[in-house]
């Protein structure tokens, strides 16, 4: 089975800041590793994804994350944050050999408040 | 718009009422999920059906059945409510690769007084 850990429940950060939210998977086959995003009272939403090829992947709206393989590692990473980017992320990861249903293991969540 | 929709999004019970969620994908997706929200855990599978005809326990099973009526539905059904139930729930959709990821429905706030 697989699990995930995000190490940080809560982060704040003060407007253009950057920020990075960490991300660590176990699984002991390849994964599909996502990043999605909850706003207040709302679903969650996908925010980029790796499945394979550039270990660095890019969202529209300024974010990126990097698979490292290694340390098992996908941090999210935003060079200069907005209000608006205050919300709930979370990692989460599926095996790419896993049957018909493709389960996704989700972290615990991390809250990003952007400070004015 | 395609996506996942989900009836009701609030509901109050009492402990031992029941009551069933709804949920409805339009994006031909093969696979359908039931999960749970709680603060500080993330969210957790509760049941979830690789295809119209089958279903399968997930992580939290316990206390709930669903049922794959058809491709585009698939519901969650609380036969006696209990506390420890008050949750958001969370329906979601995927194709059989994975490569999409999900896609959510906007939730169902659950209290169970």
């Known amino acids: 089975a697989q699990s995930v850990t995000q190490l940080d429940s809560q982060v704040p950060v003060f407007e253009e800041a950057p920020v990075e939210l960490r991300c660590n998977y176990s699984?002991?086959?390849?994964?599909?590793l996502f990043w999605y995003v909850q706003y207040p009272n709302q679903g969650l939403q996908l925010l980029l994804k790796?499945?394979?090829?550039?270990?660095l992947v890019e969202s529209i709206n300024g974010f990126e994350a990097e698979f490292n393989k290694s340390q098992t590692s996908f941090h999210l990473r935003k060079p200069s944050v907005h209000i608006s980017d205050t919300a709930e992320y979370f990692c989460?990861?599926?095996?790419?050999?896993?049957?018909?249903?493709?389960?996704?293991?989700f972290g615990s969540g991390t809250q990003l408040t952007v400070l004015p | 718009n395609a996506g996942v929709t989900q009836t009701p999004k609030f509901q109050v019970l009492k402990t031992g009422q029941s009551m069933t969620l709804q949920c409805a994908q339009d994006?031909?997706?093969?696979?359908m999920y039931w999960y749970r929200q709680d603060p500080g855990m993330g969210l957790r599978l509760i049941y979830y059906?690789?295809?119209?005809?089958?279903?399968d326990k997930g992580e939290v099973p316990n206390g709930y059945n669903v049922s794959r009526l058809n491709k585009r539905e698939f519901s969650l059904r609380l036969e006696s409510a209990a506390p420890s139930q008050t949750s958001v729930y969370f329906c979601?959709?995927?194709?059989?690769?994975?490569?999409?990821?999900?896609?959510f429905g906007s939730g169902t706030r659950l209290t169970v007084v």
């Open positions: 979601a959709s995927s194709d059989r690769t994975g490569a999409v990821g999900y896609t």
């Open positions: 699984s002991s086959v390849s994964v599909y």
């Open positions: 790796y499945l394979s090829g550039s270990t």
């Open positions: 989460a990861v599926t095996r790419i050999s896993s049957g018909s249903a493709r389960q996704l293991t």
């Open positions: 994006m031909n997706h093969n696979s």
């Open positions: 059906s690789a295809s119209e005809g089958t279903t």
